[in-house]
């Protein structure tokens, strides 16, 4: 099986940094597994690298699409596998969410029904927060997989339930799940005191660098906040504040309590669902001995 570095971890966990260290070592390139990174212009609010931070190493499924355009779990095994069967360096995919992981990790198979079936008007008609209430009455385990923000998946998931009766994250343990690469999964972690306050401090240098400015010209380009790319964290937020509802604060706060949250759920997921090795991403001893396994288990 082909080898592949994977590097997890909540927001603000030093990925990035490990990440570039890690290419740097094994003549890597880095696939980014970031449900909005892939989108073009939504660079502040999804902390998309810079060029000049990439120290001249490769990056791939960065600004590939535009935001209006659909990006699923399914659309991103098939990219995420395309981009590690093409590398001529060492594969290392960074950050990401669970199930894309998952998808793109293990045979793990999207059913077409679940690609494909139509949303229940009942569903679109609820509001976001209700939306999420009612997943997390019928398919608690799945809900622990979707952000509260992401109405796409939340409807298809209940519209799933309510036409066959059966829940989508039962359908997903039915699966085998087998690894296809010998994949080492590193995990940065840290205190959760101090990964709270990296939270907030990468929030308040994101509205520093115009983050505001970022989604009004978006808004002004055409792209609304029902876009697929306007759906996560640190850019629905905004939807208030553009509606008049509420004031920039409040976005900011939004933003922090949602990313903390966020982080929350990904610790809980990566440690039930994937062999995951961590280590303190702030200590330089932790990360030097991480280092060195994985500089051996590439070697082997």
């Known amino acids: 099986m082909k080898k592949v570095l994977v590097i997890v971890g909540p927001t603000a966990s030093g990925k990035t940094a490990f990440s570039l260290d890690m290419a740097e070592s094994l003549n890597g390139e ?20 810079t060029e000049s931070e990439m120290r001249g190493i490769p990056h791939h499924l960065i600004d590939v699409l535009d935001p209006h355009e659909r990006y699923s779990a ?48 009942e569903f679109e008609a609820m ?8 997943l997390m009455e019928r398919d608690p385990l799945q809900a622990e997989k979707i952000h509260p923000n992401n109405r796409r998946r939340m409807i298809r998931t ?3 339930f309510k036409r ?5 994250s039962e359908t997903e343990q039915e699966q085998s799940h087998q690894m296809i690469y010998d994949a080492w999964i590193a995990g940065c972690t840290m205190p959760r005191e101090i990964l709270h306050a990296r939270i907030e401090q990468r929030v308040c240098m994101m509205f520093e660098e115009g983050l505001e400015r970022e989604v009004e010209e978006l808004l002004d380009q055409g792209v609304s906040f029902d876009d697929p790319a306007m759906r996560g964290i640190g850019y629905q937020e905004f939807r208030p504040y553009f509606e008049h509802k509420t004031e920039l604060d409040s976005v900011k706060e939004e933003i922090i309590r949602h990313s903390r949250q966020y982080a929350r759920r990904q610790y809980t997921w990566l440690n039930h669902q994937m062999p995951v090795h961590w280590f303190e991403s702030l200590d330089p001893d932790a990360c030097i001995r991480m280092k060195k396994e994985i500089l051996a288990w590439a070697k082997q």
Request: with cysteine.
């Open 164 to 168: 066959t009766g059966k829940r989508q």
């Open 127 to 134: 509001d976001t927060e209700k939306l999420y209430r009612l």
């Open 74 to 121: 399914a659309d991103f095994q098939k990219a995420a596998r395309k981009e590690i069967d093409d590398c001529q360096g060492f594969p290392i995919v960074c950050g990401g969410t669970g199930l894309y992981l998952k998808a793109c990790l293990y045979d793990y198979s999207f059913s077409e029904e679940a690609e494909e079936t139509p949303a229940d008007p």
């Open 158 to 160: 209940l519209t799933i």
């Open 30 to 49: 880095i696939i980014s597994g970031d449900s909005i990174q892939v989108y073009r212009s939504l660079d502040i609010g999804s902390g998309k690298i």
